[in-house]
């Protein structure tokens, strides 16, 4: 099944996509800001990443762009999931790479619909 990289600083919503991804039967790995979770890109190689922005140290525009820009790891899907709502916050995330954006409280089935399509 396939690997998921969660690189979010909150212990509830790293429980709560971890948790619906594992019933689901994908593998979680688990970064708790941006620093760690490009590095875990780049040794895991993850299948997606889920990307919370609001993080200390490197946020996740710029985890995002680091590993999009990066050859070995410019593949991995990368969706966006923050409490930024703005248009610009969306935009400014594509930019960096990502391939989606979710806000937060974000639904568990779309999530794991997104994830499904991303993987597939």
Known sequence: MAKVLIVDDSPTEVHIFSSALGDEGYQVVVATDGEEGVQKAMEEMPDLILMDVVMPGLNGFQATRKIHRNASTK?????IVTTKDQDTDREWG??????????????????????GEMVS
């Open 75 to 79: 593949h991995i899907p990368i969706i």
């Open 94 to 115: 594509m930019r960096q790479g990502a391939r989606d954006y979710l806000v937060k409280p974000v639904d568990v089935n779309e999530l794991l619909n997104k994830v």
